[in-house]
């Protein structure tokens, strides 16, 4: 791996363990205004690693629920409001490749469909901020992903080839945006159901302690995609 120069982080479900407050805040929503009770597994089926636009389309198409970003917004902070996000706690791993990263000098940034004050606040809580050099979140794109724009603005951003570049995703969403981009990704979840929708990833890891080993150890339990 002596051409990484530069890793792309997503943010929720990658660099932090933030999927369980979503849920938290979605289905109980889902379930007062609309009588739709989803489970955990439902969410990380259909709802992980899209926005709420997109999200809000998904249930119409499929449990015919007619809503609006909007109403989705409103009742979902209000849920919001009963949990502190400076809890929320960087995935297995992250502050070790963090620091790896940093120290070989290898630049670092965040690619994510979250709102930059999310980004900012759950990284400070967890005094990773500082190691990256910009961020790239939905606040900058007319297109999220699983759009390439994302990852095309990062690249353009952080100045380097395409081919020294790898991007880290937890999702269909996330990977395909970035392939399209033309950059080599990383896919990592330990949810059997979204590892099986993470086939366009160059490799795939269970975790970011593996992505460690593949980058600067052992290559031991790596599950690259078979053709």
């Not at 919001?80 to 070790?96: C, E, G, S, V, W």
């Not at 590892?195 to 339990?221: I, M, S």
């Amino acid at each position: 791996m002596k051409k990484t120069k530069a890793i792309l982080f997503d943010l929720d479900g990658t660099l932090i363990d933030s999927e369980s407050y979503y849920f938290d805040c979605c289905a109980p929503v889902l379930k007062e205004q609309f009588d739709l009770d989803i489970t955990m597994n439902d969410w990380v089926a259909y709802f992980v690693g899209h926005t709420l636009s997109q999200n809000v389309i998904m249930l119409k198409e499929r449990w015919d629920i007619e809503t609006t970003e909007e109403v989705m917004e409103r009742y979902m902070t209000e849920e919001a409001l009963k949990y502190d996000i400076k809890q929320i706690r960087l995935m297995p791993h992250a502050r070790k490749l963090i620091h790896t990263l940093a120290s070989k000098n290898i630049k670092m940034a965040v690619v994510t469909s979250s709102p930059f004050d999310f980004a900012e606040i759950t990284l400070k809580a967890n005094d990773v901020f500082d190691y990256f050099d910009f961020f790239i979140t939905v606040d900058d794109v007319q297109n999220p992903k699983p759009n390439p724009e994302p990852y095309l603005l990062a690249q353009k951003r952080i100045g380097l080839p395409k081919e020294n570049i790898w991007a880290l995703e937890d999702s269909f969403a996330g990977v395909t945006a970035a392939k399209n981009a033309g950059l080599k990704v990383f896919g990592i979840n330990i949810f059997e159901a979204l590892r099986k929708q993470l086939k366009e990833a160059d490799a795939l890891f269970y975790n970011l302690g593996e992505v460690h080993e593949h980058l600067f150890g052992t290559t031991d339990h790596i599950v690259t995609k078979t053709r």
